[in-house]
């Protein structure tokens, strides 16, 4: 009987390379390779690394933003705050340089603790109150515009003050310090989701709610806590946006919603599954994609046209390749 | 005796879904008014009245795939689509008003049966099928602009800016819409299936309904009605304006939360999302008056749909008992 199953083990291993491209991860590696080679046949300059690490600098603010809504659509819920969260969370930021002339530190930490406030309020709607989250991250979405515009008098603020220019124009290694953070957060957030208990929590709630109930897992708690996830990596993006300009506009952030959803659907994350790697190809996809249709010079609502298309199809896609999954392990 | 009875009738009457969206919104007027006596003048309810047909439309015709227990985002946009379509037409390829009607129309019912296919029957996540033409549609939507105004002057333009009964025509085709989708809704077996598809998928499918069928149909609407509601906002302008329904998709499920669709499926009623849409405006139209600043009219309309919301389960959990 064992050596039947490690035999049956050896034979789906055996196939290995259709296994290895049902890999989420590698499904969305493709179409990055193909767009790449399809680019760089038409514009050689493309691949060149000035290039290329303007994408990898220009995915942070999008990135990290589709970070936090990975953690909250791995558990089966919905953000729409995610964009203007972090505008908001950017705009205090300018409020305590500009207005209260607070130092670095302090700024950061109200930015940070403004979008996990946000995260927070979602999170206690949709979990003590029942409200669906996706309505209340609307609702939490037009708070957070309103107040973001009122308090910025729609003017932009400027964080000269702060003396971030040189940790701005640092470039080691090739990047900005910037994606620096956003790749250590998005290897923490990996490691978080795969090897931690909070992680394996996350997963079986989105899964299958009431089965994790009663398994004796605190789902309200687990989804608070993505949550404020979300919220802190919205007021990350605010922070980047912020610190990228120099200043604090209340147009930071605008559809950054949509984007991140696109991303995280793009790389693959459901309800109970995904991981944070596919996020980070999703983003780099969506990345590649924008600046790839820019330096071909395609018309700029075209391009709107042909990220709904990508969106779609690679969202088909990968509804088949868990179709053709669940058929080989049903085998 | 007589009186206990009209008791019971005023008492179910306040108990109905309409009657909880009507109350705030008449809480909201008379508040406003005893701050500010002009907020209650026939100039400014008809400047609010201007502006609600739009609007309305577009929520009329997202409420089906709500009432199906989907959702449907990309209705603003397919508003401005059809309605760039239909002036496009006009201007560049000298064609008369109706046909170019009919093809914005036309589109507006392809867009919905693509959103459609994607949802019910590839299985794709309604909200990311919808965002994926949402963002084709509103790409779309500038291609037809070769940097010039798509002017079209016409009698229908004129025909559409004389008063009838004191309102634009606008408000009379709202009207229209509304009464034909309240009888459909309420009275009809095709209503009654339609919200049982919403309420009990499972169930319906059980009772011999094409449940796949229907929320097809409930996004063909959906699309249909936004086309409407575009090509009347811009013979409105009487010129093409690619702008046109950035932002409506989520004003007009406001609208809808608030008039008491439940996101749930399966419940609501066109007189709900017409009083719902209502009262968002005039709400906002109120903080005005009140001397808050314009631009908290946004962080308004999030905290009513919000409080909407958490009213409905309240009376829902307070319901199930009884």
Known sequence: MEKNVVNNKKV?????????????????????????????????????????????????????????????????????????????????????????????????????????LVGLINGLCVCKLGLSSWITTLATQFICKGLAVTISQGEPMSITELGTSTFNRARPLGVSWAFLIFLFLLIVSDLVLRNTKYGYKLRAVGGNQNAAVMAGINADKIKIIAFVLCGLFAACGGIFDVINKASANSTFGDGREFRTIICVAIGGIAGGSGSMLGVGFGVLLFHVLWYALRILSVDTNLQLVLIGAVLVLSVVLDIQRKRLEARRIAR | ????????????????????????????????????????????????????????????????????????????????????????????????????????????????????????????????GTMGTLYMVGGARYLFIHGYQLNFSNSWVDFFDKRIGGMLPYFWIMILLYVIVFIL????????????????????????????????????????????????????????????????????????????????????????????????????????????????????RGALMAGAVLFDIFRQKRKVPA
């Open chain 1, 12 to 116: 789906s291993s055996g196939k290995g390379f259709l296994d290895f491209l049902l890999m989420p991860e590698i499904g969305v590696l493709v179409p990055i390779l193909v767009l790449c080679v399809i680019t760089t046949t038409l514009k050689p300059n493309f691949l060149t690394w000035k290039y290329f690490s303007s994408i990898l600098m220009g995915c942070i603010f999008i990135g990290v933003e589709s970070i936090g809504q990975a953690f909250v659509q791995i558990s089966g819920e919905v953000d729409l705050s995610v964009g203007y969260a972090g505008c908001l969370s950017g705009i205090m930021m300018g409020v305590a340089c500009g207005f209260w002339h607070w130092g670095l530190v302090p700024c950061l930490l109200l930015s940070l603790v403004t979008g996990a």
């Open chain 2, 1 to 128: 005796m007589a009186k206990k009875n009209q008791d019971s009738t005023l008492h179910r009457l306040l108990r109905t879904d309409e009657m909880s969206v009507f109350i705030p919104l008449l809480i909201i007027m008379a508040i406003t008014t005893i701050f500010r006596p002009d907020f209650l003048t026939v100039k400014n309810f008809s400047a609010i009245f201007t502006q609600i047909p739009f609007i309305a439309i577009v929520a009329l015709g997202v409420s089906f795939p709500l009432m199906t227990g989907n959702i449907d985002i990309s209705t603003g946009r397919v508003a401005g689509f059809a309605g760039i379509i239909m002036a496009s037409l006009c201007y560049e390829h000298g064609w008369s008003i109706f046909p170019a009607m009919m093809i914005g129309l036309i589109c507006g019912v392809a867009v919905g049966t693509v959103n459609g296919i994607l949802v019910v029957h590839v299985g794709v996540p309604a909200f990311v």
């Open chain 2, 185 to 300: 809704i309420k009275f009809t077996l095709w209503g009654r299936r339609i919200r049982a598809v919403g309420d009990n998928a499972e169930v319906a499918a059980l009772a011999g309904i094409n449940v796949k069928r229907m929320k097809m149909i409930a996004y063909i609407l959906s699309g249909f009605f936004s086309a409407i509601s575009g090509i009347l906002f811009t013979l409105d302008l009487g010129y093409g304006l690619p702008e046109t329904g950035d932002g409506w998709e989520f004003r007009a499920i406001a609208g809808c939360v608030v008039g008491g669709v439940s996101l749930l499926g399966g419940k609501g009623s066109p007189l709900g999302i017409l009083i719902g849409v209502t009262l968002i405006q005039v709400a906002e139209s109120a903080i005005i008056f009140l001397g808050a600043p314009a631009t908290m009219q946004i962080a308004i």
